[in-house]
């Protein structure tokens, strides 16, 4: 090659790279922000899991209510990265024995349990394919009050009254329970009471 052509080639060639300089530098400038430059050869983002539920435990565990009474159950989740939250009114509750015990689902008290009769029942918490349970024992109802009829009465004196105990439970419910108190009169001198099989609360 002449030294004429050899010029006129490395004349060419420098103008090439001065062009590519030139484009490369107004690509930085158009292809960056507030100092931070795109990376040309940027390693792909990894995308995170997402967060699901793998277990839900239900409290308190293995408990026991009188008849009529009511118990309130919470719900907890836990998540694939390990956190827990309250999901109490998210999940669907249910007692598997409806007639031993209810459980609520309305707004305002979720998870609230009622004892409707003596046995024993499992509570469920259910959010989508998850499930946690707990088991639940309703014991008879208890006495809570005493009524006597009739109330604030008189005899005259030498005459009789009989009176009637009713008694009222957990449950709401009432009965006679007549021939199962104890029956007796603060002034025995004024009046007395029989406990007599078959004259009970007779006055």
Known sequence: MSNFNEKLFNIFSSFNILKIIII??????INCSD????LLFEEPELKKAPNTLVSISVTPADSSIIDGN?????????????????ITTQVTWNSTSGS???????????????GLDAGSTTIEATLGAITGSTGLTVTPAELVSISVTPADS???????LQYTATGTYTDATTADITTQVTWNS?????ASISNSAGSEGLA
Do not use: R, V
């Open 35 to 38: 100092n931070n430059m795109i």
């Open 100 to 114: 031993i015990a209810s459980i609520s689902n309305s707004a305002g008290s979720e998870g609230l349990a009622t």
């Open 154 to 160: 008189s005899i005259i004196d030498g005459n009789t």
């Open 186 to 190: 603060t002034s025995g001198s004024i």
């Open 70 to 86: 009511s118990l309130q159950y919470t719900a907890t989740g836990t998540y694939t990265d390990a956190t827990t939250a309250n």
């Open 24 to 29: 490369f530098t107004l690509f930085i400038n």
